[in-house]
């Protein structure tokens, strides 16, 4: 058999490749962004970077009514942003299969928040399916699509980092060409009105009641025999724990169909185990029911709220040590000192947010993105991070209370370009329609760096490889209402000009843009044309003021007194040469005008 | 049961290609006839931070998380990182260390110290530990960023991996201009 080894991203990918998938949308977003980057690599399916996640649902959503297979895929935070069609598709359901992977970070590995979006499945009454490792990706990605076919509804995948990122190996199949179904005007079911919504009302509870035989009866949740004076219920990553803590020392209810909930397959599992224990993350998504089903069981109580699970945490909570493997390594005894992520060096982020930090009474509302990590001292450019786009409708609000409060000092929003496209327009929008003096910093990398590099908007390529428009920022931004006179764009490797463009946004009695633009250092193209390039110390002139370090750069150290500059780090942006008050840095290694 | 599955830690510093090392591992575990299951942190961790990759193998895996005093072998890409991740290593276990500082950013800002003398205090936890001058060794090669197969090579001979052909391995996974030097480069780490 033709097995490969694959993550979880990949596997899904593949799952929907073989189940005849013909559209796939989303937006990028640790960890779910490798499922387009995959999808991207099977030319039968037409795959795209959309906007945000809300655009990409309602894009899977059009194909699927217009008969096509159609996938969406987002991290858990995304699907907050798509939450509002994937509660209407809930009643208008599918007509082509509809998946809307959604991808959880327990652990906050890289997010915001620890949200557990299993509660959308119950919230939203579509049905939900977990796969616990990349076969179950591949396998449970083809029945999501033969599900929201045959009952009718939008199938939610719930995966986690864990499941995402872990590599397992899968067996390969080959692809169904399923064609795209007909189309036929139906308005009773596609035009939400309220005389229609509510007709449709009656019919998604039907559909409940269906999903709900059908919980009890399909495969996907499966019993597994062992000692049965234990009887754990769990699903996804936490079975995989489960059974690396436990193996055979107990039995086991595996839910790959986790809503509905299997709640006779519950019932009849718990009366023939002696104590049940609930294994899951975070949320006690699956012990509330069991609970409420009157079966006593032990879960929450003994695991943490927070947090990813692992067998050693399995181990700890319910065997008490029964067990030669919780043994701990030897002990470190040496004080290990931190390694947060941080701004590259030559980051295109580092020269715009060195000039805000040297104008006095600013607060930034930042937002999500590389850009983040500026909050960090020395830079301490963020004030606050809340989600995609709030790195400039908080500044409104923000200015508003300080306004109010009769504070001086000047707001600035912090997003990136991507961030922009994403749901910044909205934000810039309503400073300018209600009159709000903020300033915003667009720091524009011409990719979507954070995750990866993915294309958008405004990069001019598509996920497919295509050439398209590339959306003009300072365009978008006179549309939405800024002067033309209020819009600055600087090179950030420029630190005379980011300051100048600083000092005008902050004494701006109207809504103003600085717009810092260059391509992220880390892209192949910047690399490449950048090798060679790095700043070099005169120790004769140095005097080890310190200045050069303020800009938080890896590449610049003091070793043993003395000011370093790591050549292989160093991409010669410059910066460190122009805040040396003694001009005792130089750049190197460039070709003719470098 | 899970006394058979061994596990395999690798840790270092965003960049300096535990990934691809760990996805050799890992394919040439799966030919040779294991099942594999490997697990790997990424995101924020890619912009300088400290990342960890998780390879389990055996005739059936199922968590694919590595707990503290699991790992048999414990190979670090950088010295603080293997302090860092030391608790991981089971009692036994062999420790590979690659004889490399990076200084993070709190270290470099003064706010925090780069600990002397790491493969010391290394050396007087761990019995069976080796520091290995990967970077040193895949530099004389021809590119220090080679030190990653220099790693591999070491810690196949830690975990007697030698009769998978790790060469036929590598060659589906580099491009062909490499070859020669991940070859060289696996071979020395064997014999690092």
Known sequence: M??????????????????????????????????????????????????????AVEVAAGASIAGARALAAMKHVGLNVAADPLFTMGYIGANGGLVIVTADDPGLFSSQNEQDNRWYAPHTKVPMLEPSDSQECKDFAGEAFALSERFDTPVLLRVTT?????????????????????????????????????????????RLAALKRFSDETPLNRIEWGDRGIGIITSGISYQHAREAFGGGASYLKIGFSHPLPEGKIRAFAALVGKVLVVEENEPYIETTVRALGIPCVGRALLPAVDELSPAILRKAFLDGNTTATAEGPGVGVQVPPRPPVLCPGCTHRGIFYAMSRQKGITATTDIGCYTLGFLPPLEIGDTCICMGAGISAAVGFAKAQKIAGRPGKVFGVLG??????????????????????????????????????????????LMGEETVSLDIETLCRACGVKAGNIATVDPYDLAACEEAVKAASSSEEPFVIISRRPCALLKDVLRERAGLHCTVDMDLCVKCGACLKLACPALSMREGKVVIDANLCNGCGLCLQVCPRKAIRKEGGKDGE | MASETKSILLVGVGGQGTILASRILSEGLMTAGFDVKMSEIHGMAQRGGSVST??????????????????????????????????????????????????????????AKYPERVEVALAERVREFRLVDAAGIAGRLGNSKAQNVVLLGALVRAMKLESIPWKDVMRGIVPPKLYALNEKAFDAGLDA
């Open chain 1, 2 to 55: 033709n097995k490969r080894i694959m993550t979880g991203n990949e596997a899904i990918a593949r799952g929907a490749w073989e189940a005849g998938c013909h559209v796939a949308a989303a937006y990028p977003g640790t960890p779910s962004t490798e499922i387009l980057e995959n999808v991207a690599l099977y030319p039968e399916i037409v795959s795209e970077w959309s906007t945000n996640e809300k655009v």
């Open chain 1, 417 to 462: 370009d991507s961030t922009f496209f994403h749901s910044g327009i909205t934000g810039l929008v309503d400073s300018v329609f209600n009159r709000v003096p903020v300033a915003l910093v667009i720091v524009d990398n011409r990719i979507t760096a954070m995750t990866g590099h993915q294309e958008n908007p405004g990069t001019g390529r598509t």
């Open chain 2, 54 to 111: 998780h390879v389990r193998y055996g005739e059936k895996v199922y968590s694919p998380v590595i707990s503290p005093g699991e790992a048999d072998v414990l190979v670090a890409f950088e010295k603080v990182e293997a302090l860092r991740w030391l608790s991981y290593l089971a009692p036994g276990g062999r420790l590979v260390v690659n004889d490399t500082e990076i200084y993070s950013l709190p270290v470099l800002l003064g706010q």
């Open chain 1, 162 to 206: 864990r499941v995402c990122h872990s590599k397992g190996i899968v067996s390969l199949g080959t692809r169904s060409e399923v064609p795209v179904r007909p189309y036929v005007r139906d308005t009773a079911k596609n035009v939400m009105v309220p005389a229609n919504a509510k007709k449709k009302h009656f019919v998604v509870e039907e």
